[in-house]
């Protein structure tokens, strides 16, 4: 009976078998063993095929006319792009943090709006926007200025670095606004009794107090420029840019026979340096010399920009324009016209397009159902192995869970294309041979994208407080029950957001897409490639603004989703 002494002497009861260590453990093994063997399958058979060290390899790669130019190029792209990336999201996470030209919730979501859509439709929707003679920017110039007034073009450096800017903005501004958000503010206060301006307070105190999140959005910022196949395969190629992504898709897709050996050797170029920027990262965290946080940072009057705040919000509003609203805007006009026309008549407007997308044409049908089935399921195993790991990290934590963190990150330090060439080098051939399959792609889909999806699973858990778990202890709550009835409820909001972000990336990925799937398996990326090969360009635009349509769809329900639940 409840309450009854257990007689002395006597064994206590068995205990309970509870099957989340064991889910968790099979989860991280499994997940190490994805990330971990085929990037030293890689590794090994590129530098010691045969168990024998050979540099024929390397002295043939390093004798290549085309290498330098290419190394040069991605250094230039990546790095100028990195640096306008960072100085925009630093100066945007300020405004809206700092500032009493912050434009609120609405404001923090607004840099980060690129990272909901796919990076290839806002790419298309700026070819669209600023191709030669048929842009529409151009179009719109040549009646403003005459046919001999001035013209932009997508196809150049300029154009190149525009997009990879915009497309690292959001990551450098997720770092930054939350290392702002926890810096003391008496340290920009000092700074403004003082006599110090808004401007030279920002530069002299608030961005060298937060050198560490600097530097962190940095490397984000190149692991991404260098990781994303979109980007250079459509700007950077017409423009006769050579670069690593295109490069080392070209060596495996367009070359015959394929020069596997090459090809690894430049994503382990890639891997070389983003570990060297990591190191250099973690050297500049580890001084401990520039983070300054307080508790009283929600608290602090914002400062005043006097006449400046109304020119800082109409910045960040062009902002979003450029970046997404006007490449939006292109792709539907595009997707409307039979035929790519600079004349917008609205009369001639058309649903063509959309319906052989959506009913007629079998590779764009077949994308969307495998791009669907494949986001759906790799963002549930996902998210699934993201909470696992967070779950045990949060009540157990110990030195597992510390590994555990850092394994399912890890990912996030290694760019999408070196992680697809060494899934190719691993899966394709003996024993697995996975392929042109549909289960490689999500092998690599899940390894890729798992990390945004274990952040958000951790910030999630951090609503659920210590003290509604030890309640549930005391009340002779199990681990499994507590879990059950405490946590997922209260963290569930944060762990849809987690799987929508994961849902989005896989639905609009390139990288693993150009090298894994196959004419048997298209998915959204492979499908967008060959139209645009083929030059179908109202059929590319129609095809990139459903892809949209089906993101924001699934985002809007998120929303909905954690309004409600927030409700209750």
Same mark, same amino acid.
């Given at each position: 009976?409840? @309450?009854?002494?257990?007689?002395?002497?006597?064994?206590?009861?068995?205990?309970?078998?509870?099957?989340?260590?064991?889910?968790?453990?099979?989860?991280?093994?499994?997940?190490?063993?994805?990330?971990?063997?085929?990037?030293?399958?890689?590794?090994?058979?590129?530098?010691?095929?045969?168990?024998?060290?050979?540099?024929? *390899?390397?002295?043939?790669?390093?004798?290549?006319?085309?290498?330098?130019?290419?190394?040069?190029?991605?250094?230039?792209?990546?790095?100028?792009?990195?640096?306008?990336?960072?100085?925009?999201? !630093?100066?945007?996470?300020?405004?809206?943090?700092?500032?009493? #030209?912050?434009?609120?919730?609405?404001? =923090?979501?607004?840099?980060?709006?690129?990272?909901?859509? +796919?990076?290839?439709?806002?790419?298309?929707?700026?070819?669209?926007?600023?191709?030669?003679?048929? @842009?529409?920017?151009?179009?719109?110039?040549?009646?403003?200025?005459?046919?001999?007034?001035?013209?932009?073009?997508?196809?150049?450096?300029?154009?190149?670095?525009?997009?990879?800017?915009?497309?690292?903005?959001?990551?450098?501004?997720?770092?930054? =606004? =939350?290392?702002?958000?926890?810096?003391?503010?008496?340290?920009?206060? *000092?700074?403004?009794?003082?006599?110090?301006?808004?401007?030279?307070?920002?530069?002299?105190?608030?961005?060298? !107090?937060?050198?560490?999140?600097?530097?962190?959005?940095?490397?984000?910022?190149?692991?991404?420029?260098?990781?994303?196949?979109?980007?250079?395969?459509?700007?950077?190629?017409?423009?006769?840019?050579?670069?690593?992504?295109?490069? %080392?898709?070209?060596?495996?897709?367009?070359?015959?026979?394929?020069?596997?050996?090459?090809?690894?050797?430049?994503?382990?170029?890639?891997?070389?340096?983003?570990?060297?920027?990591?190191?250099?990262?973690?050297?500049?965290?580890?001084?401990?010399?520039?983070?300054?946080?307080?508790?009283?940072?929600? @608290?602090?009057?914002?400062?005043?920009?006097?006449? @400046?705040?109304?020119? *800082?919000?109409?910045?960040?509003?062009?902002?979003?324009?450029?970046?997404?609203?006007?490449?939006?805007?292109?792709?539907?006009?595009?997707?409307?016209?039979?035929?790519?026309?600079?004349?917008?008549?609205?009369?001639?407007?058309?649903?063509?397009?959309?319906?052989?997308?959506?009913?007629?044409?079998?590779?764009?049908?077949?994308?969307?159902?495998?791009?669907?089935?494949?986001?759906?399921?790799?963002?549930?195993?996902?998210?699934?192995?993201?909470?696992?790991?967070?779950?045990?990290?949060?009540?157990?934590?110990?030195?597992?869970?510390?590994?555990?963190?850092?394994?399912?990150?890890?990912? /996030?330090?290694? +760019?999408?294309?070196? %992680?697809?060439?060494?899934?190719?080098?691993?899966?394709?051939?003996?024993?697995?041979?996975?392929?042109?399959?549909?289960?490689?792609?999500?092998?690599?889909?899940?390894?890729?994208? %798992?990390?945004?999806?274990?952040?958000?699973?951790? !910030?999630?858990?951090?609503?659920?407080?210590?003290?509604?778990?030890?309640?549930?202890?005391? #009340?002779?709550?199990?681990?499994?029950?507590?879990?059950?009835?405490?946590?997922?409820?209260?963290?569930?909001?944060?762990?849809?957001?987690?799987?929508?972000?994961?849902?989005?990336?896989?639905?609009?990925?390139?990288?693993?897409?150009?090298?894994?799937?196959?004419?048997?398996?298209?998915?959204?990326?492979?499908? %967008?490639?060959?139209?645009?090969?083929?030059?179908?360009?109202?059929?590319? /635009?129609?095809?990139?603004?459903?892809?949209?349509?089906?993101?924001?769809?699934?985002?809007?329900?998120?929303?909905?989703?954690?309004?409600?639940?927030?409700?209750?």
């Amino acid at each position: 009976m409840k @309450g009854e002494r257990r007689p002395a002497g006597a064994l206590p009861p068995p205990a309970r078998f509870q099957p989340l260590p064991l889910l968790t453990l099979v989860s991280f093994v499994a997940l190490g063993l994805l990330i971990v063997y085929p990037l030293g399958r890689m590794l090994v058979s590129t530098l010691l095929p045969g168990g024998v060290p050979d540099t024929a *390899a390397v002295t043939s790669l390093a004798g290549e006319p085309w290498l330098w130019p290419v190394v040069r190029n991605t250094v230039l792209v990546v790095g100028i792009s990195t640096v306008f990336a960072v100085a925009i999201g !630093a100066v945007f996470a300020w405004l809206n943090e700092r500032t009493d #030209a912050t434009l609120g919730l609405f404001g =923090s979501v607004l840099p980060i709006i690129p990272l909901l859509l +796919p990076s290839v439709a806002l790419t298309i929707g700026w070819v669209f926007l600023s191709a030669p003679n048929v @842009g529409l920017v151009n179009v719109l110039l040549a009646r403003l200025t005459g046919p001999e007034g001035p013209r932009v073009t997508i196809y150049g450096w300029i154009g190149l670095l525009l997009v990879y800017t915009i497309h690292g903005v959001p990551y450098a501004y997720l770092v930054v =606004s =939350s290392a702002i958000r926890n810096l003391d503010p008496a340290l920009e206060e *000092a700074s403004l009794i003082s006599g110090a301006g808004v401007l030279r307070t920002l530069f002299r105190v608030s961005l060298p !107090a937060i050198v560490p999140a600097l530097a962190g959005s940095c490397l984000l910022v190149v692991i991404s420029g260098l990781g994303t196949y979109s980007i250079p395969a459509i700007i950077a190629t017409t423009a006769q840019i050579d670069v690593l992504p295109t490069r %080392i898709v070209h060596l495996l897709v367009k070359d015959y026979p394929p020069r596997l050996a090459d090809a690894q050797l430049l994503g382990l170029m890639m891997l070389v340096v983003v570990l060297s920027l990591w190191l250099l990262q973690r050297k500049v965290a580890a001084t401990g010399q520039f983070v300054t946080v307080g508790g009283r940072a929600a @608290g602090s009057t914002p400062m005043s920009l006097g006449r @400046g705040r109304i020119p *800082a919000r109409i910045v960040m509003w062009l902002y979003i324009l450029v970046a997404s609203v006007l490449p939006m805007a292109a792709l539907l006009l595009v997707a409307v016209q039979r035929f790519w026309s600079p004349v917008i008549d609205p009369a001639k407007f058309t649903l063509f397009h959309f319906e052989q997308v959506l009913f007629v044409n079998r590779v764009t049908m077949a994308a969307f159902q495998h791009s669907l089935l494949l986001a759906g399921v790799g963002a549930t195993l996902a998210m699934t192995i993201a909470v696992l790991v967070a779950i045990h990290a949060a009540f157990r934590g110990g030195l597992i869970g510390r590994i555990g963190d850092i394994v399912i990150k890890s990912p /996030a330090t290694i +760019p999408n294309l070196v %992680i697809s060439l060494a899934f190719l080098t691993t899966f394709s051939g003996a024993p697995f041979f996975l392929s042109g399959t549909l289960v490689i792609l999500l092998l690599a889909f899940v390894v890729m994208y %798992i990390p945004p999806g274990s952040i958000a699973a951790n !910030a999630a858990l951090t609503q659920v407080g210590a003290d509604l778990r030890e309640a549930s202890a005391i #009340a002779g709550a199990g681990e499994g029950r507590t879990i059950r009835r405490i946590v997922l409820p209260i963290a569930l909001p944060g762990f849809a957001a987690g799987w929508t972000l994961v849902f989005v990336h896989m639905m609009g990925d390139l990288s693993a897409s150009a090298l894994l799937a196959g004419v048997k398996t298209p998915v959204i990326g492979f499908a %967008i490639l060959t139209i645009w090969e083929t030059g179908s360009f109202g059929l590319l /635009a129609a095809f990139s603004a459903v892809m949209c349509l089906i993101n924001a769809i699934v985002v809007g329900a998120m929303l909905w989703f954690v309004r409600q639940r927030s409700t209750r």
